[in-house]
């Protein structure tokens, strides 16, 4: 995981080497950030209430409720304009419907200034390691992916109902995982032929980070379901994770699912 | 404490007790303190899980373990003296009962099957009973002594009770330093007992480890576990990256259309939880029938028959429960057999029979 940490050692000691003229440095301030996780549909906010009650029409036109919205970001990472990068390497399980970890602090502080924001929806192949976080093998149940389908983490459990074409409620599994394509189905221990990394890289945009700064980062849930890929829920309802395409799918349609809210500063 | 005092102390107490049993107040040495226990937390769960859950106010040592084992066999927490907690939670069978409902002292039945007793330190929700209504494992210990339909005592009368028993204001002296019985110290010692009851050497953590194969029919029911679109059994009943073998959380699993015992929901008053129960953990299934929160099942083919043909649809059924018009994923009678197969690689005799769970 690359981890490019700019001390606060190596800051003072510039500050204490440019001392040639009579103006007093001015001391590098550092600071931790912190980010909420919200969710929307199409932006109306969607609450601990709102799950399987407030039904939602997706693009396609199935009306469906939510029952369970849990994901994982990883990797935030602050880029300043001379290109260097602070990324404290860590992630967060997000529970949607609970409000389970829906505040975070990497932990990483970075000196006060403005920077491009960024972050990795899931996990990249390179922090997609079968079995490497305790914590994560320990939640939800688990939130691994077996091995047949690859190993690994899921990036994200989308779960409800909708009413289908014969006008049945009927359930769904949006389970999004890193992509993987088999010989034949169903997957086997032997059935493996393709792995392909379906996490996003997610750029918030530039922020004037100072003490106290927290960040917003919103989920519209609407996107998964439309755009470029109108998902038909009548076909794509179920066993999604070993379908290859599904989750090129879904990767495609998380291009903008993802977008900064509020910045804060609380002194 | 040097093994003079050990000597010392018990006979004082042993004469002390015999004298006068009205008044009995051991004094802790000073300078004492209990034995620091360390559990010993299979490979698996080294590795792949999170450490243990240990209260900071209820550290593990080896006299508050020994005194939650003799409280655990001991009948003396029942009102008339008949009943033990090993009655409705045997060893034999992962600490659950081969009855459907288990039988309070006086003859009441309950409505739910005894829970299995195993890897309760490994329960990271910390919500335990099938409702999930105790918010730790010393509360849960808090209910069955006086619940009417159970042992329906009262925790004064325990008290009292085990305060006139020779050996325990001693045993709660040593592992609590104090004499003086009071019901916390009761269910921090059965809780540090249920601790110890750990499962972790059944054929699928030996294979897991690499040191046992499966057999072709139990490595299809593994497949057909993990498989989405057949048992799909890993969402919530874990995977080998999770060695518990439950998710420790609370579904609908299509059991009933009209839902009588509303479970977590009885307890949150949410209507969206109604009908929603503990996952059962898989370890030792052969030995913790019947299943279900109610024991409807009586034999793993029924439970997996109803996985595959006999869900029932209701408001809150889990989204996980697949095909529910259908009855289920229809599963084929040689993967309902190998998915049997495979359950039964979770049986751990070694834990079954140990001799540190046994009275």
Known sequence: MKKIVLTLAIGFAFVACNNDDDTTPTPVVNTDVNFTFTQNWDGADIQNSDYETTEYTNANGEVLTLSKLVYLISDITFTNAAGETFDAGDYNLIDARTGSNASFTPNIEIPEGEYTVSFTYGFDDEDNIDLAYNDLNSSDGSWSVPGPLGGGYHYMRLEGKYVNTADVETAFQFHNVRANRHSSLPPGPTTLVELQDTSIEVNLGTVDITTGTSIEIQMNVAEWFKNPNTWDLNVLFTVLMPNFDAQIMMNENGQNVFSRGAVTVTP | ?359
């Open chain 2, 1 to 359: 404490m040097k093994p003079k005092g050990h000597i010392l102390l018990l006979l004082i107490a042993i004469c002390v007790a015999s004298c006068n049993t009205d008044s009995v107040t051991i004094e802790p040495e000073e300078g004492y303190v209990p034995t620091p226990l360390t559990l010993e937390v299979p490979q698996l769960f080294e590795e792949r899980l999170l450490p243990p859950v240990i209260p900071e106010d209820n550290p593990m040592t080896e006299e508050g373990v020994a005194l939650g084992k003799k409280l655990f066999f001991d009948p003396a927490l029942s009102l008339d003296g008949s009943q033990a907690c090993a009655d409705c939670h045997r060893p034999e069978n992962a600490f659950s009962d081969p009855r459907q409902f288990s039988v309070g002292i006086d003859g009441s039945v309950g409505t739910r099957n005894s829970m299995p007793l195993q890897n309760l330190a490994f329960n990271f929700t910390e919500k335990f009973f099938w409702d999930g209504r105790a918010i730790s494992l010393e509360e849960q210990i808090f209910e069955p002594v006086t619940n009417p339909i159970e042992m329906n005592n009262t925790w004064p009368n325990v008290e009292n009770t085990l305060q006139e028993i020779e050996g325990y204001p001693l045993m709660f002296e040593r592992a609590f330093g104090s004499s003086t019985i009071d019901s916390v110290n009761v269910s921090k010692a059965i809780s540090q007992f249920l601790r110890t009851l750990i499962s972790g050497n059944a054929k699928i953590d030996r294979f897991l480890l690499g040191q046992e194969e499966l057999s072709p029919s139990e490595a299809n029911g593994l497949a057909v576990f993990l498989d989405e679109g057949r048992g799909d059994c890993f969402h919530c009943h874990g995977l080998p990256a999770n060695p518990l073998w439950t998710d420790n959380a609370f579904h609908n699993n299509g059991l009933d259309e009209i839902i009588t015992d509303r479970g977590l929901g009885g307890v949150s008053g949410d209507p969206r939880e109604f009908g929603l129960f503990k996952s059962g953990s898989l370890r030792n299934i052969e030995f913790t029938g019947p299943y279900m929160h109610d024991g409807r099942f009586a034999t793993l083919e029924e439970v997996i028959d109803h996985y595959s043909e006999g869900l029932v649809f209701s408001e809150t059924i889990d989204p996980l429960m697949k095909k529910v018009a259908e009855g289920g994923v229809q599963l084929s009678e040689e993967d309902k057999a190998d998915l049997k197969a495979f359950l039964l690689t979770f049986s751990d005799l070694e834990f079954i029979n140990n001799p540190d769970f046994q009275n």
